[in-house]
T-cell receptor, first 112, second 115 residues
Framework: GDSVTQMEGPVTLSEEAFLTINCTYT??????LFWYVQYPGEGLQLLLK?????DKGSNKGFEATYRKETTSFHLEKGSVQVSDSAVYFC???????????FGQGTRLTINP | DAGVIQSPRHEVTEMGQEVTLRCKPI?????LFWYRQTMMRGLELLIY????????DSGMPEDRFSAKMPNASFSTLKIQPSEPRDSAVYFC?????????????FGPGTRLTVL
């Protein structure tokens, strides 16, 4: 079945550092790809998405590019802030299916 | 919009008791999803509805779990009898369903502890 694999966490960085969280997927069709973020004590929020190969999703300084050839959707940010501390989930939604398949989540902590 | 509303936010119960979790989706959304989040298994989809009809309940762990959506503005997830291994955070989410890439909006979750 479809699956999503994220890099192991937790990840700890200093403020203004460059961030990469790796995400790869396995799917039989042509999925749409998502990054969700979960702040402490809250539900998940959509951060960005991409619906076809080579699309780039971006929001709040975060970016991710849909790479079909490497089945990847890595999350990047050039300069992280303390407020970016959260758990980040990569997910896919296969064609014709409404349900999301999530990765295991990566906990990010940014120190001042 | 008020967003997805879940109640209660926290529930502590004893093994064997019945537990009912409630969800009010965003008005106008046609899809409703129930997820469970644990440290060991991550985020799992339990069941989802379209226009109040259950579409896929393959993620429901066993017969002790049941979910209903009697109308477009309300859904329940019931566990009877509850067991300690059911302790988790349960999320409800909704989406408009106009496109499969439509955003799912999550509620704040219900943290369930079964003693």
């Amino acid at each position: 079945g479809d699956s999503v694999t994220q890099m192991e966490g937790p990840v700890t960085l200093s403020e203004e550092a460059f961030l990469t969280i790796n995400c790869t997927y396995t799917a039989t069709g042509y999925p749409s790809l998502f990054w969700y973020v979960q702040y402490p004590g809250e539900g998940l929020q959509l951060l960005l998405k991409a619906t076809k190969a080579d699309d780039k999703g971006s929001n709040k300084g975060f970016e991710a590019t849909y790479r079909k050839e490497t089945t990847s959707f890595h999350l990047e940010k050039g300069s992280v802030q303390v407020s970016d501390s959260a758990v980040y989930f990569c997910a896919l939604s296969d064609q014709g299916a409404q349900k999301l398949v999530f990765g295991q989540g990566t906990r990010l902590t940014i120190n001042p | 919009d008020a967003g997805v509303i879940q109640s209660p936010r926290h529930e502590v119960t004893e093994m064997g008791q019945e537990v009912t979790l409630r969800c009010k989706p965003i008005s106008g959304h046609d899809y409703l999803f129930w997820y469970r989040q644990t440290m060991m298994r991550g985020l799992e989809l339990l069941i989802y509805f379209n226009n109040n009809v259950p579409i896929d309940d393959s993620g429901m762990p066993e017969d002790r779990f049941s979910a209903k959506m009697p109308n477009a503005s309300f859904s329940t997830l019931k566990i009877q009898p509850s067991e300690p291994r059911d302790s988790a955070v349960y999320f409800c989410a909704s989406s408009s369903g106009a496109d499969i890439t439509d955003t799912q909006y999550f509620g704040p979750g219900t943290r369930l502890t079964v003693l």
